[in-house]
């Protein structure tokens, strides 16, 4: 899976691909990032990206120029990718539609937009899909897509230790997009707080109907 990237930050992604599972994933191939900066393709002399509305109003725009030119390059890398906007106005990123893009796409661009938002005329005619996180704004795109990288890098084969693991957990098919079961583990006895014996007896029928039942 190939996800390119296009910030006015790239920095803040450092942290967050050079740790833990993405970090492997990148190292043994199976996913690979690539973080392009707006900016770079400004013809602003001072890299500017953004200027005031039109009609007026508090914050600034993202201009056309430098989006056009950085999503028509990146295009040509990816020809088969989506382009992604993440924006508090899009559709709600479930785990159900990370699965249904995971199904569709093995290529992804998603753009990370800043202030209050990005000139219409870049969504008309580039922008193929709109994702949000959540209803609450964030001040940019880019925790937005780190959590869109995250949650489709887990569907992948080979990127979680266990393939498996992605399977049966919160909001999986397997568990009817429920919220899953308490989980316990070593010691039985922590300061008079006990694992309920039911995961002790080793009995794999009771254990499965425990957990079921315990499915919200
Ligand atoms: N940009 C700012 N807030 C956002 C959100 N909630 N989802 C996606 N992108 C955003």
């Known amino acids: 899976m190939i996800f390119h990237v296009l910030t006015i930050f790239p920095e803040m992604f450092h942290g967050f691909l050079n740790e833990s599972i993405l970090k492997k994933a990148q190292g043994n191939g199976v996913i690979a990032i690539h973080i392009h900066d707006i900016r770079d393709f400004s013809e602003d002399k001072h890299r500017k990206v953004d200027d005031t509305p039109y009609g007026g109003g508090a914050g600034m725009i993202f201009t056309p120029q430098p989006l056009f030119d950085c999503i028509e390059h ?128 080793g009995h794999h029928a009771e254990i499965e109907k425990w957990r079921r039942g315990q499915l919200k």
């Open 74 to 201: 990146v295009k040509k890398l990816a020809p088969k990718a989506p382009v992604i906007y993440m924006t508090p106005k899009g559709i709600k990123l479930t785990q159900s539609r990370a699965e249904k893009l995971n199904t569709n796409f093995d290529q992804y661009i998603l753009i990370c937009g800043h202030y209050e938002g990005i000139d219409q005329r870049v969504i008309d005619e580039l922008v193929d899909l709109e994702y949000s996180i959540g209803d609450y704004v964030l001040s940019g795109g880019e925790i937005p897509a780190m959590a869109m990288i995250d949650v489709l890098s887990r569907l992948v084969p080979g990127t979680l230790g266990n393939d498996e693991s992605h399977r049966e957990e919160t909001f999986s098919k397997r568990l009817d997009r429920k919220k899953e079961y308490p989980h316990y583990t070593k010691p039985a006895d922590f300061r008079g707080m006990k694992v309920p014996d039911v995961l002790l007896n």
